[in-house]
């Protein structure tokens, strides 16, 4: 059973970056997409970024867009997610989800998630 940990969360000032980490343990992330995605208490968990194992080639949703980069480090099977210019509003937990099939924008295409990383942007 693939059981993913993000980690890297923390309390950041506005403006600030943060590099949040997919890993799991005994496994590599190489074949599997992963997405990240966000949740603040009373909303749906929302999509930010995938990337795919076939192509690598990342897409991103609108919240996503400009500041936050997702890429993969194949030799450690693990990813990353870089955010920068960080705002207030982007204070939610983050998740890293994986699946065997494509990317998808939505929660209830990836078969397998972490428990979260608290981001706190704050000043």
């Known amino acids: 059973q693939l059981q993913l940990v993000e980690s890297g969360g923390g309390l950041v000032q506005p403006g600030g970056s943060l590099r949040l980490s997919c890993a799991a343990s005994?496994?590599?992330?190489?074949?599997?997409?992963i997405g990240w995605f966000r949740q603040v208490p009373g909303k749906e968990r929302e999509g930010l970024t995938c990337?795919?194992?076939?192509?690598?080639?990342?897409i991103y949703g609108d919240s996503g867009m400009t500041r936050f980069i997702i890429h993969r480090d194949a030799a450690k099977g693990t990813v990353y997610l870089e955010m920068n210019s960080l705002k207030p509003e982007d204070t939610a937990v983050y998740y890293c989800?994986?699946?065997?099939?494509?990317?998808?924008?939505?929660?209830?295409?990836?078969?397998?998630w972490g428990p979260g990383t608290q981001v706190t942007v704050s000043s």
């Open positions: 989800g994986a699946s065997r099939d494509f990317c998808s924008a939505y929660a209830h295409g990836y078969k397998y």
């Open positions: 990337i795919s194992e076939y192509d690598g080639v990342p």
């Open positions: 005994g496994f590599s992330l190489n074949n599997y997409a």
